[in-house]
């Protein structure tokens, strides 16, 4: 069984600083794709930031230059630099990744989500 396990949210004022953190464990045979995305009640979950397994990432235009994303591929865990926090960027935080157990069957998993607020 995999599990991805977020942490490091919390409550920040603005311009404050947080760094998420988000740890895949279980039958994990190899980790492909991860990323970060972010849901506000009544909204659809958005992205924030993705990173492939070589390092090469992508952003949310909102969140560049702020956001930065990041992996240890050895400890199997990803993170989210978060700096210059602004009001909206509260959120519930969810991370997923692309991961192949050791059936070899790949599949996309989530985690429960990590309450990010930014306070005015």
């Known amino acids: 069984q995999v599990q991805l396990v977020e942490s490091g949210g919390g409550l920040v004022q603005t311009g404050g600083s947080l760094r998420l953190s988000c740890v895949a464990s279980?039958?994990?045979?190899?980790?492909?794709?991860m990323g970060w995305y972010r849901q506000t009640p009544g909204k659809q979950r958005e992205l924030v930031a993705t990173?492939?397994?070589?390092?090469?990432?992508n952003y949310a235009v909102s969140v560049k230059e702020r956001f930065t994303i990041s992996r240890d591929n050895a400890k199997k865990t990803m993170y989210l630099q978060m700096v210059s926090l602004k009001p909206e960027d509260t959120a519930v935080y969810y991370c997923?990744?692309?991961?192949?157990?050791?059936?070899?069957?790949?599949?996309?998993?989530w985690g429960h989500g990590t309450q990010v607020t930014v306070s005015e």
């Open positions: 990173i492939s397994s070589d390092g090469s990432t």
């Open positions: 279980g039958s994990i045979s190899s980790v492909y794709a």
């Open positions: 997923n990744a692309d991961i192949r157990d050791w059936s070899y069957r790949s599949h996309v998993y």
